[in-house]
C-alpha cells in the first residue's frame, strides 16, 4: 500500500493495519478510521456545500460507502485520497440533485470561464499569493470565507482541497480527474478573484 500521510498518532494503528482489520471481519476497526479522519473530511465539505448540515450528511454517506466499498481499496494511493475521492464524487451527486431541485448548481464544468491550461509558471506564481495563509484574524477569516463562496463550485474546490487542505496537485487531480495544468490555471484564476474580493472589502 502507500504510504500514509495522515500523521498516525502514537501508540495507535496505521491505517493500513485499521484497513487490514476490517476486512478481517473487525469491524470496529473502521471505527478508528472515521474517528481518524472525519473533522478534515467534514471540513472540506463544508467549504464545497456551504452547508455544515448538508456536510455532516454527506460525510456519513461516504464512510458508509467507503465501508462497503474497502475491498476494492487497491493500495496505491493513501486512505484518505481514496476517502476523499469518494466523498468529492458524494458532494457532486448531492449537488447535482440540488441543482435538479432549484436549490443550488454543478460543479461539472468552468460555467465562468477561467483560461484553463494558461502557462503553468503563471499559474504557479499564484500560491505566491495564497490569501489563506494571510488571513491572521477572524475578521479576515470571515472575509475571505464569504470570498470564497462567491467563487465558482469549480474554484471553490480547488482552494478547499489546495490552499485549505494542502494537498498537492498530483493527489487533487486524482482525486477529481481533473488535469494538473488545469487545476493550476483554476487555482491562479481563484487567487486573483478572491484578492479581487477582498479588496472590495476594505
Not at 20 to 46: E, N, P, Q, W, Y
Amino acid at each position: 500500500m502507500a504510504e500514509e500521510r495522515t500523521d498516525t498518532p502514537e501508540g495507535e494503528p496505521s491505517d493500513e493495519e485499521l484497513i487490514r482489520s476490517t476486512l478481517a471481519g473487525k469491524t470496529r476497526a473502521f471505527d478508528v478510521l472515521v474517528r481518524r479522519h472525519s473533522r478534515k473530511l467534514t471540513a472540506m465539505l463544508i467549504q464545497v456545500l456551504n452547508s455544515e448540515a448538508d456536510a455532516y450528511d454527506v460525510a456519513q454517506e461516504a464512510f458508509i460507502k467507503a465501508f462497503h466499498s474497502l475491498r476494492y481499496f487497491k493500495g496505491d494511493s493513501a486512505f484518505y485520497t481514496w476517502l476523499y475521492t469518494i466523498a468529492l464524487n458524494q458532494a457532486r451527486n448531492f449537488m447535482r440533485k440540488r441543482k435538479r431541485e432549484g436549490n443550488g448548481f454543478s460543479i461539472d464544468n468552468d460555467e465562468n470561464g477561467d483560461p484553463l491550461e494558461k502557462d503553468s509558471e503563471l499559474a504557479d506564481k499564484g500560491r505566491e499569493a495564497d490569501p489563506i495563509r494571510n488571513a491572521q484574524n477572524a475578521e479576515l477569516r470571515k472575509k475571505l470565507a464569504k470570498a470564497i463562496s462567491q467563487l465558482s463550485p469549480a474554484h471553490q474546490e480547488v482552494v478547499t482541497l489546495a490552499d485549505i487542505q494542502g494537498l498537492s496537485f498530483p493527489e487533487i487531480a486524482k482525486m477529481t480527474n481533473v488535469t494538473e495544468g488545469t487545476l493550476r490555471s483554476r487555482l491562479h484564476y481563484a487567487h486573483k478573484q478572491l484578492q479581487s474580493l477582498l479588496a472590495e472589502e476594505r
